[in-house]
Each structure stands twice: as structure tokens, then as C-alpha cells.
């Protein structure tokens, strides 16, 4: 039995904490805020009786009051570990806030339209309001509204249309908590223009030993003919947590393919919406998800074939090791009109432990007649077979191992465009698999 | 170089081999024929150290060391490898990052110097020739949508790379079309010297047809119930088994 959670004292703290913090304003953005509120309160946290919340334990984070916290002083990120940080154009949050210290635009055009929300929400609060009220769907998700009552960071982006060259950035959140029980409300608009093509990287880094919670929502809109790629890594420390919310719109022969890299975590619950709005729009969803330790990954996604003529591939596999437990819950949407939809979904899971659990739960729901749609799912332990046959070449098992558990995790990150992103991310997952015995 | 006595071996209680006596010494080429479910398959695995098996009875000895004591990635740094019957797919694992892999742990095992991949890309752009297979092969994941021909000499690239002392090649004609049996054998051929012994296992003696077996033994019901030279392979092709199954029910 799930603990049971007082509900109404979690939505009086927040109440509390938007007095604190919005109180005193007003204008059509906190009216909109106030509404996400009223919601969230009206429901509350979402109970694992709940269809789209099943198996996971909210514990981490409803548990405890997470407080939203001022900008962090600068010594906080004179030490960091940049083991990881890459080369091209990047923006640095850290604990949320955007640090130009240390990021580097020099080498982004000046075509592309790029701003911290926390600048935006001072100087121009309008042109937010008109972003998330014109963008986003009514949410159902209470993460999504507490997001949208609370959210003071994050980044917009928007690349005019018809540029020649793909505009590649990198987004860097580190989040090095100060106390335990940080809350950091991260908000992303990203709009890119038709014909034009972006290449996000959005790397999340978790420092230190500190309870933290981010809390994540993400907002894409391709326009007609336009590319977007996405990598994100997730590396939240093992009692960090994270959810986020992603909606990616594509218009009409749009394209975009999206990577999420999960690692480690103590509550990592991914929503992804992939909405195909615009006839020949084409969507790669793609994840690697790995736990080890009581790392608990969950990943939902949505995949809302609207119109016809679109096609979407999913693949996503998932590795886990001693007591981790993941959850994958992938549905697809052809609605009535969407005729000459093809659609397709793997799932695939590699258990190193005993221990390790996974729940996989595939969804179609298919109202058109003219359609191809399949769907599949593995759940196994390492093939005795193929341990064998490299054991007889005189490799040793743990070196064999490795081998293996590289090969299967190889199959996604070959799916990265980017020579140097793909590097970035495969050295990480190498480093994860390298570490099993390190944090623990 | 390996001496095989009166080994019995078991699975699940159910006696596959039952009693096989069998010496290789170096530069002989030996094969074994035998029906489906005679045990063939079982010896090699049993020599290259498959889980699964229990040895009841008897021994196998390497260079006068147990043989059965050691882990199937020692008998391979040994010098022991075996050609499997169904070489299997290892999606994601690049193929030339596998067989370097391979060659460099038996380096390490042997106190030698691992070879850079500078040195190893030039070792194996020439060993691939040998089995005409082309370069973009190195590049692929291992075995991940190859033909049947294709995983074949795969495995005889593995063998002419690894270079053992002994290599078991099980089955390996199976399902082969004569230009890739050719290949294969070529590739035996080539690689047959005096310190070098095989065991080749085989249904039929097609394969043999382009080989030189030194001996030649059949294998009933888990026992070798008759060894002799090439002649008994051609016998074996023109009259069948069907005249040895009373010497097996002895």
C-alpha cells in the first residue's frame, strides 16, 4: 500500500507560497496563473488509483514541501564540474536562473530570437502571457498547472522562417540545490519558423545530495516544413527528481525527432505529447531510460496522429539495474480523419537484477480504417547466447557484459544526427555503466 | 594436443555422450559425422565449455592440463575456438569493435601487447580478404542481418584472426551454397599447418570433398562407433548410416 498523502495540506502550502510570491500582482498573466492555481488545488496531486499515474509512487515529491527559491548567489557556481559541457551555443541555468557567466552566444545568428524567461517576465511580461496563453493546451496534468502558477525561468526561443542553416543550441540546467526540498519551475517556448530547422540540447545536471524537485514543461511548435531535433539528457543525482511536460506541435511536413536520455534520479515521469497537426508530418520519438539504486523512470508518451498522411516511429528501451523500476506507458491516437497514418512502437527492456521491475503498457486507440499502426514489447534479462559466444572469443564476462549492455543501449543513440551530440551522450552513457558501483 | 577419454556427459539426466575417446595432435584435421542428435554438437560445446552440460565421467585434457577446469574465455585465450552452427546476432555491437575485443583480451591472457586500433583496422583489412567478405562488413553490428553464407565466413574471419591451435568448426557447411562451401573450406585450407589441428563436425561430407581429413569418425547415439580415412566418408555418402547402427547397438 502507496502511503497516504494529505492532499490538502500540500495545496494550502502552495496556495501559501503563490501569496508569497505573486501576491501582490496582477494583469491578465497572474490571472492565468491564479486560474492554473484554483485547478491544481480543486484536484490536487494525482493519486496512483489514477489511470495515467499508475504504479508510480509520489512519494518524493508530494511528501515534502518544495519551496521556490530566489536567484542563487555566484559562488554557488564558481566550482562546477563541466565534465560535460559542450562547445557550440549554450545557455547555463543554474538552480534555474540563467547564468551568462557561463554561456556563450557569440557564435548564434542574430536571426534567432532567444531570451531567459525570468528577463521576459520583468521587461515584458505581455509577451509571455501571449506565448504560454496562445500556446498551451488546457492541462489536466496538476504538475503542468502548479508549473504554470509558479514557473519564473526557463528559456524562449524562436527561429524565424526559412533560415538556410540548422541553428544548433545547448541548454545547460544544473541544479546544486542550497537546502533540502528546492523547487525550480522551468518553463520552455520554442517556436520554430516554417523551413527552418533547430537542433536543441537539453541537458539536465543534478549536484550534491540534496532533496530538489524540477519541475519541467516544455512548449515546441514546428511550423509548415520546419526540422526539430531534440536530445535531452537527464541526470538528476540520485535524490533529485524531475517531471517534465513536453508538447511538440508539427504542422504540415514537419519533422522532428526527440531523444530522451534518462539517468538516475529518484522520481524521473516524463509526459511527452507528440501532436501531428499538419498533413506529412513525420515524428521520431525516441528513449533511453537506465536506473540503478531505487531510481524510478517514467515515461508517458503520447503520440496524436490528427490529420492524415503523417507517420511516426517510436523506439524505446530501457536498462535497469539493482533495485530500479521504470514505467512505460506509450499510446497512439489515429483519429478519424487521420486515414494513411503510419505508426510504430517499440519498447524493450534489459533487467540486470532480480530487483529491477518494469511495467510497460502499449496503447492504440484507432479510429481510422486505412492505417498501419504496430506495436511491440520485450522485457528480458542478457541473452545466455550471445554471453557465450563472446566468452568463447576469450572476452570476460564482465567485459562481455558491458559489450552487451552498450550493444542494446548503441541501437537509440545511433538514432542522434550530430557527430558531436552523439559523442556527448554516448561518453555519458559509457560513464553511467562504468560508475554502477560508485554512488550508492 | 587434446586427448579426449571416455567422456560421458549429461543434460537434465538424459545421457548424450557415452563414452567418447578421441586424440588430436597437431596438424591433423579430424571430422565427425553423424545423424542429427548423435551428440556432436554436444562434444564441441562440452570442449569449448558451454554451460548446461554435466560431465559424469571421463576427461579432457589440453596439453596435459584439465581442460574442463577452465572457463570458457580461457580455453579460448588457450588456443581452443569453435565455429558455431548458429553464429548469433549482437545487435549494437560493431562488429570490428568485437573482434578486437576478442583479440586484444587474448593478447592480455597471453602477457602481450594489445594492439592499437590504428594496427588492428590494417591487421583485419587483410584477414577479410581471405574470406572475401567486403570491408563494410567490420563496420556492421555482428552478424546483424547477414546472410547465412555471410555469418559462416564471419566465423572463419574470427578463426583466421584469433588464429587458436585447435579449431572446432561446427557444422559449418550447414546451409551453405557451394561457392560459400568453398570459401569456407579455402579458408581451412589456408590456414592448415603443422601445429594447427581441427576438428571439423559435419552431417554430410560434402565439406570433406575439399578438405583433407587425416581421420574421419562416426558418431551413433552418442558414441564413436567407427573411425577410419577419407574412403569411410565416401561409404558413408553412397550407403548412409543405416549400416552402422548395429555396431552402435552393441
Known amino acids: 500500500m502507496a502511503k497516504s ?17 505573486h501576491g501582490n500582482s496582477n494583469g491578465s498573466l497572474t490571472a492565468w496563473r491564479r486560474a492554473a492555481l484554483d485547478q491544481f488545488s480543486a484536484s490536487g496531486l494525482p493519486s496512483s488509483k489514477q489511470e495515467d499515474w499508475r504504479n508510480l509512487n509520489l512519494g518524493p515529491i508530494s511528501g515534502e514541501y518544495f519551496v521556490a527559491t530566489p536567484a542563487p548567489e555566484l559562488d554557488l557556481f564558481n566550482n562546477l564540474d563541466f565534465k560535460y559541457l559542450p562547445r557550440t551555443p549554450r545557455l547555463v541555468f543554474v ?3 540563467f547564468t551568462a557567466e557561463l554561456s556563450d552566444l557569440s557564435q548564434l545568428s542574430d536571426e534567432v530570437k532567444i531570451n531567459s524567461l525570468t528577463y521576459l517576465l520583468k521587461t515584458d511580461p505581455k509577451q509571455v502571457a501571449k506565448a504560454v496563453l496562445g500556446n498551451t493546451p488546457e492541462s489536466t496534468n496538476p504538475f503542468d498547472r502548479l508549473n504554470a502558477a509558479f514557473f519564473n525561468s526557463g528559456v524562449k526561443i524562436d527561429l524565424p522562417a526559412r533560415l538556410i542553416d540548422p541553428v544548433t543550441i545547448q541548454l545547460i540546467f544544473i541544479t546544486r540545490p542550497t537546502s533540502d526540498n528546492q523547487v ?6 520554442i517556436n520554430i519558423g516554417s523551413g527552418s530547422q ?3 540540447v537539453e541537458q539536465y545536471i543534478g549536484l550534491g545530495e540534496l532533496n530538489y524537485f524540477n519541475n519541467v514543461v516544455t512548449d515546441v511548435v514546428v511550423e509548415e516544413n520546419g526540422g526539430f531535433e531534440c536530445t535531452k539528457i537527464q541526470a538528476e543525482t540520485p535524490s533529485g527528481n524531475q517531471l517534465s511536460n513536453t508538447i511538440l506541435n508539427q504542422q504540415t511536413d ?57 507517420t511516426s516511429a517510436e523506439l524505446y528501451k530501457g536498462i535497469l539495474d539493482e533495485n530500479a523500476q521504470a514505467i512505460f506507458n506509450g499510446k497512439i491516437i489515429v483519429q478519424p480523419d487521420a486515414q494513411k497514418t503510419n505508426a510504430n512502437q517499440i519498447n524493450r527492456n534489459l533487467l540486470l537484477s532480480d530487483k529491477a521491475r518494469v511495467h510497460t503498457n502499449p496503447q492504440l486507440e484507432i479510429d481510422a480504417d486505412d492505417v498501419k499502426c504496430s506495436h511491440g514489447s520485450t522485457t528480458g534479462e542478457l541473452d545466455s547466447d550471445t554471453l557465450f559466444y563472446l566468452r568463447s572469443r576469450g572476452i570476460s564476462t564482465a567485459e562481455a557484459q558491458a559489450l552487451m549492455v552498450n550493444g542494446f543501449a548503441n541501437e537509440v543513440l545511433e538514432t542522434i544526427s550530430d557527430d558531436a551530440t552523439r559523442e556527448l551522450v554516448i561518453n555519458m552513457v559509457s560513464d553511467w555503466f562504468i560508475n554502477k558501483s560508485e554512488i550508492s | 594436443m587434446i586427448e579426449i577419454k571416455d567422456l ?49 565421467k571421463g576427461s579432457i585434457t589440453w596439453y596435459g592440463q584439465d581442460l574442463l577446469k577452465l572457463s570458457p574465455e580461457d580455453r579460448a585465450c588457450e588456443g581452443i575456438f569453435m565455429g558455431f552452427q548458429y553464429p548469433v546476432v549482437i545487435p549494437g555491437v560493431n562488429n570490428m569493435y568485437f573482434l578486437k575485443a576478442a583479440y586484444n583480451a587474448q593478447r592480455r591472457y597471453k602477457g602481450e601487447e594489445e594492439l592499437d586500433s590504428m594496427d588492428f583496422i590494417s591487421l583485419i583489412k587483410t584477414k577479410i580478404k581471405e574470406v572475401k567478405l567486403d570491408e563494410s562488413f567490420l563496420q556492421r ?18 578463426m583466421i584472426t584469433l588464429e587458436p591451435k585447435l579449431a572446432i568448426l561446427d557444422e559449418t557447411d550447414s546451409g551453405l551454397d557451394i561457392d560459400a562451401l568453398k570459401i569456407v573450406a579455402e579458408g581451412v585450407n589456408n590456414f592448415r599447418n603443422p601445429q594447427r589441428g581441427f576438428l571439423v563436425i559435419t552431417h554430410y561430407q560434402r565439406i570433406l570433398n575439399y578438405m583433407d581429413p587425416d581421420r574421419i569418425h562416426v558418431m551413433i547415439d552418442g558414441k ?17 548410416y543405416g549400416w552402422l547402427d548395429e555396431a552402435a547397438a552393441v
Open chain 2, 8 to 56: 560421458h556427459v549429461s543434460i537434465e539426466d538424459k545421457e548424450i555422450l557415452k563414452g567418447i575417446n578421441l586424440s588430436i595432435k597437431p596438424g591433423e584435421l579430424h571430422a565427425i559425422m553423424g545423424r542429427n542428435g548423435s551428440g556432436k554438437s554436444t562434444l564441441s560445446n562440452v570442449i569449448s565449455g558451454r554451460d548446461g552440460y554435466t560431465i559424469t
Open chain 1, 95 to 97: 538552480n534555474g536562473y
Open chain 2, 141 to 158: 553490428a555482428v552478424n546483424d542481418g547477414f546472410s547465412g553464407g555471410e555469418k559462416k565466413r564471419n566465423e572463419i574471419l574470427q
Open chain 1, 184 to 189: 525550480f519551475h522551468l518553463r520552455n517556448l
Open chain 1, 5 to 21: 498523502i494529505d492532499t490538502s495540506a500540500i495545496t494550502k502550502h502552495y496556495q501559501r507560497e503563490f501569496e508569497r510570491l
Open chain 2, 224 to 240: 564413436i562407433v567407427k573411425s577410419g580415412g577419407r574412403n569411410l566418408a565416401l561409404k558413408l555418402e553412397q550407403q548412409g
Open chain 1, 254 to 310: 514537419s519533422r522532428s525527432k526527440s531523444l530522451t536520455v534518462s539517468m538516475s534520479g529518484k522520481l524521473v515521469r516524463n509526459n511527452l505529447l507528440l501532436a501531428l497537426r499538419g498533413e506529412g508530418a513525420h515524428g521520431d520519438l525516441n528513449g533511453l531510460y537506465l536506473g540503478r539504486h531505487n531510481n524510478v523512470i517514467d515515461n508517458h508518451t503520447l503520440i496524436d496522429h490528427i490529420v492524415p498522411n503523417c
Open chain 1, 198 to 200: 533547430l537542433n536543441l
